[in-house]
């Protein structure tokens, strides 16, 4: 069993819609969860960022952490085609020297 | 604010030759960490670096694979006598120099390793 899971899709939406995307992990010592968009051939980028549960919200995105199911996820409102892209969820333990485990990443599509 | 720099964007060796990807961190950043994208798979882990020192290369492979990030100049990654199965992107990424940004790490745009 991988340390994260992640649906690979891809996921197709129409523009404007509320998109949901999720990963479920197994190592209760993870702390740290950050979700990444990487476009084609591109490298990573860093969207969000949270340390430990709750929720975060930072313009159309959302990113919510619920530790006792071990579930993450980042819901993307009002959906644009330059929305899709590839999302990468990420986990780290405190004190692991910062190494990232990531999910596989689910391939989203915007459709116009 | 130049973000983290990779290059050469793209490489292509044959079998047995060496390859050497380098990385400049972002300013300010003493973190830095490969990682291996291979095609339809995540990003993996291989080793964390700080100025003149090894941290965590729990990831890399025992053999071929070397990393050092020098007091001066950008982090190195080696590999020696590549194999097809070398053939993917690699990234890098790097943290400020305080504890628990450890854990947000910003990503060059990779190179594209091609083993012919």
């Known amino acids: 069993q991988k340390e994260v899971e992640q649906d690979p899709g891809p996921l197709s939406v129409p523009e404007g819609a509320i998109v949901s995307l999720n990963c479920t992990y197994s190592?209760?010592?993870?702390?740290?969860f950050m979700w990444y968009r990487q476009y084609s051939r591109k490298g990573p980028e860093l969207l969000m960022y949270?340390?430990?549960?709750g929720n975060k919200e930072d313009g159309r995105f959302t990113a919510q952490v619920d530790k006792s199911s071990k579930y993450i996820s980042l819901f993307i409102r009002d959906s644009q085609p330059s929305d899709s892209a590839t999302y990468l969820c990420a986990m780290s333990v405190y004190n692991q020297g910062g190494k990232l485990i990531f999910g596989q990443g689910t391939e989203l599509s915007v459709k116009p | 604010n130049a973000g983290v720099m990779q290059n050469p964007r793209h490489l292509v060796r044959r079998r047995g030759q060496e390859a050497r990807l380098r990385c400049s961190p972002m300013?300010?950043?003493?973190?830095v960490y490969w990682y291996r994208q291979l095609p339809e798979e995540g990003l993996k882990f291989m080793v964390y670096l700080q100025k003149e020192n090894i941290i965590d290369e729990s990831g890399m492979p025992k053999e071929r694979f070397s990393a050092e990030f020098p007091k001066e100049g950008p982090s190195i990654l080696r590999i020696q006598q590549v194999v097809r199965g070398d053939s993917a992107a690699y990234f890098c990424?790097?943290?400020?120099?305080?504890?628990?940004?450890?854990?947000?790490?910003?990503f060059g745009a990779g190179t594209r390793l091609s083993v012919l």
């Open positions: 300013k300010g950043h003493s973190h």
């Open positions: 990424a790097s943290s400020p120099p305080f504890e628990e940004a450890k854990n947000i790490q910003y």
């Open positions: 949270t340390y430990s549960s």
């Open positions: 190592n209760s010592a993870f702390q740290y």
